[in-house]
């Protein structure tokens, strides 16, 4: 065991201590501060899951609505053009923002952190119940702009001034975009909140023995999202109030010269460019602050589904790290068509070819994962897979578009549309999915049900498919995005239309298996085959606890020491198939000779 | 953008510092540690509370920059800037003030540490004075600008005044209602424990009043 001390010497980092005081952590005292104003991480993390979910099927059901009227334009009278720009609107921005990056970071953050690092919890509860009320509120009022007079913004979600808050657009001048706005300032104060504790857990209550670089990439892939967010959020913050500024107090930030419905608006001078820039300033580090957790928790499924340990996992901990700085300096490859001096369009064409490297080198060490994996086919393992496929795909599509010459013509097609969906739309869904199927054994003590998993699986794998690779055919041909009803036009084919009606039916399949899968979550908690403590045979820390759900404070009396990283699978000369962190050395058959 | 950038980089280098202490070239798949022997894990001393705060600064001090840069890229932009802003006179009272109310809460923390209870409580009493007077100082600035015609939308470098004072101004807010939940512990317990509690509330005042210099002095530029 010459290598197991070596890197210690000269290394005097202390040693936490074996247990945290009884003082710091949070005992509940009634039911309302068990259940509903909880500080256990994991109910939170339940909480933010629940919510994002509640919210996401609202957008589901926008881009239902959204694909009637594209596959059968003029069928459904109430669907009006100013409504289908603010379905389209609340579609993305709940997607992007409620959705994926609260269940991502504020679910999957909340439950996994604290448990597979080894902690009794958050190591701020109080401000971590805080962060979750406060994002409860940012969705009450973005669900509130429906209703407001006027409808909710139909501004893109990308909120682009001036249009944004003009008379031309619905709930332009109305309170939609004034709670748009608010919401995302509510967000981001309750989300800075929440991950200011899942920056600090990770750094300072690992359990005694759990280096950095024993953590699994599920926590890296978060941990360095949370970081890339505390830090991205800002812009989009900033370009926040300044438009609430523009539309409520009359200034010119955003807001050029023009004339408004025959007469001069009041604003002068302002630059819509200058709120692009800081919006993707926020806007391309999110798609990695979605992807980054996505990475993490495909890794661990993987090995834990091919019973092999992850290959590469340093250079898959530099690249997470990697792509995450590079993230912060492509942003205007989302401003290719706004006007820019060649040489920075050049510059960012480049930077952003460059992360291909970095996540090129994470899909090879996957492939090498699988590759003489002893590979199970269970759900998350299926679905793990599929967003490889997935990710790779709209990668390539993305490659195309990063270039000034490609970019240029397709921006604003469908293809767009089809590329965005892949990458960042599709792939991080089948993520949470892969691991809702692999962790809800642990969080309810009950295995989610295998046939209606597999039904679901196929359905949404392929249906995405059959929705997206069409649409880039679609951008190809030239049909534009953000459009309510094409019209005639003399370069669209008749077919179009029937692809367009045939996307659409696939939509509506895929969403009703989506119902399946949330009977699915209902059905098991009850009705499910008991799972046990680890039904995976997994050797990260979470399935190590002594109760299934975890007991308040995680970890019974004694919190665990971990002597291993999380990836040993299919050890030589150990008696299991697989060596959970917790186990020291002399416990397994063999120790040191292993590889 | 060239403001953020810089900073971030200069955050990324702190970042980079701290994990290249994290061993960072393990190769934990070789290291099944032997009995008794922990490795170090590496969280850094600091107590938590002190990280959190480093972070908040971090997080906030992105933010100004943010704003920083818009206001740098919004003065090339349109013909509509004026170059010169003519701020009140009050703004340099009320940056001695701020001034002031970091070196009270430095006195105040020094203070609970050694000195009699008394010396802590004027302090603390004085930190809360200069804070409130700093809020009132820019309130009565704003009310000069106002007075001289000079509303929020009265031209951009106008409107960004309003905006970063403003800003600022919240975060002195949010401190000070941090400061409240310490000064009520400082005035029920011992002295002694309102130590490191008032060392983080002197550190953000520091950053308060950095970050201050820097918008007023922009500011003053134009
Ligand atoms: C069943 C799955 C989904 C379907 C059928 C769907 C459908 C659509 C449709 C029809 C549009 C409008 C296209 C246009 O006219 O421009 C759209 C836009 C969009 N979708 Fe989805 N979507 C789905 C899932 C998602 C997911 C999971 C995300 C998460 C990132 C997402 C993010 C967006 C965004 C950001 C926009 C752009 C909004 C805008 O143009 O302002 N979608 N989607
Ligand atoms: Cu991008």
Known sequence: MTTASSPLNGFPDRVPPAEVEDVELYHAKSWITRWVFSQDAKIIGIQYATTATAIGLVALVLSWLMRLQLGFPGTFDFITPAEYYQFITMHGMIMVVYLLTALFLGGFGNYLIPLMVGARDMVFPYMNMLSYWIYLLAVLVLVASFFAPGGPTGAGWTLYPPQAILSGTPGGTGSGIILMLVSLILFIIGFTMGGLNYVITVLQARARGMTLM?????????????????????????????????????????????????????????????????????GHPEVYIVALPAFGIVSDLISVHARRNIFGYRMMVWAIVIIGALSFIV?????????????????????????????????????????????????????????????????????????????????????????????????????????????????????????????????????????????????????????????????????????????????????AAQMLFLFNLAWSIRHGRPSGPNPWRAASLEWQTPETPPGHGNWGDTLPVVHRWAYDYNVPGAAEDFIPQTVPPSDTAATGEHR | ????????????????????????????????????????????????????????????????????????????????????????????????????????????????????????????????????????????????????????????????????????????????????????????????AARDPLALCATYWHFLLVAWLVLFGLMLHG
């Open chain 2, 1 to 192: 953008m060239t403001a953020i950038i810089i900073y971030l980089a200069i955050v990324g280098s702190v970042v980079a510092v701290f994990l290249s202490r994290q061993r960072l070239l393990a190769k934990p798949w070789l290291e099944a540690g032997p009995e008794g022997v922990l490795p170090g894990t590496g969280p850094s001393t600091l107590a938590p509370a002190t990280l959190a705060l480093w972070i908040i600064i971090a997080v906030a001090g992105a933010l100004f920059t943010l704003f920083i840069s818009a206001w740098l890229m919004r003065r090339h932009m349109g013909h509509d800037w004026r170059h010169g802003l003519h701020l009140p006179h009050i703004l340099w009272v009320t940056t001695a003030i701020l001034a002031a109310g970091s070196i009270a809460l430095h006195l105040a923390q020094r203070a609970a540490g050694e000195g009699p209870r008394g010396g802590m409580q004027a302090a603390l009493a004085a930190s809360w004075l200069l804070a409130l007077l700093f809020l009132g100082g820019q309130a009565l600035a704003w009310r000069a600008m106002i007075a001289a015609g000079q509303g929020v939308a009265a031209s951009p470098d106008v409107s960004f005044f309003y905006l970063l004072t403003g800003v600022h101004a919240l975060h002195v807010a949010g401190g000070m209602i941090a400061l409240a939940a310490v000064t009520v512990g400082a005035l029920r317990r011992e002295p002694e």
């Open chain 1, 331 to 511: 942003w205007a490859h989302h401003m290719y068509v706004s006007g820019m001096n060649p040489w920075f369009g050049f510059f960012f064409a480049t930077t952003t070819l460059i992360i291909a490297v970095p996540t090129a080198i994470k899909v090879y060490n996957w492939l090498l994962t699988l590759w003489r994996g002893d590979i199970h086919l269970t759900v998350p393992m299926l679905f793990a897979l599929a967003f490889i496929v997935t990710f790779v795909n709209g990668g390539l599509t993305g490659l195309f578009l990063g270039n000034v010459v490609v970019d240029v013509p397709l921006s604003d097609t469908m293809f767009v549309v089809a590329h965005f969906h892949m990458v960042m739309g599709v792939a991080p869904i089948f993520v949470i999915f892969g691991a809702i199927y692999h962790w809800y054994p642990k969080i309810t003590g009950r295995m989610l049900n295998e046939a209606m998993g597999q039904i679901h699986f196929w359905v949404s794998f392929l249906g995405a498919y059959l929705i997206f690779f069409p649409m880039h055919y679609l951008g190809l041909i030239g049909v534009p995005r953000r459009y309510h009803e094409l019209g005639p036009t003399s370069f669209i084919p008749e077919s179009a239309a029937t692809l367009n009606a045939f996307i659409t039916i696939v939509a509506l399949i895929v969403g």
């Open chain 1, 214 to 282: 024993r953590m699994p990439l599920t926590v890296w892939g978060i941990f360095t999202a949370t970081v890339m967010a505390l830090l991205a959020f800002p812009a989009l913050f900033v370009s926040a109030v300044m438009m609430l500024f523009d539309m409520l107090l009359g200034t010119s930030f955003f807001m050029p010269a023009l004339v408004e419905m025959g007469e001069l608006a009041k604003h002068e001078g302002g630059s819509p460019l200058l709120f692009q820039h800081l919006f993707w300033f926020f």
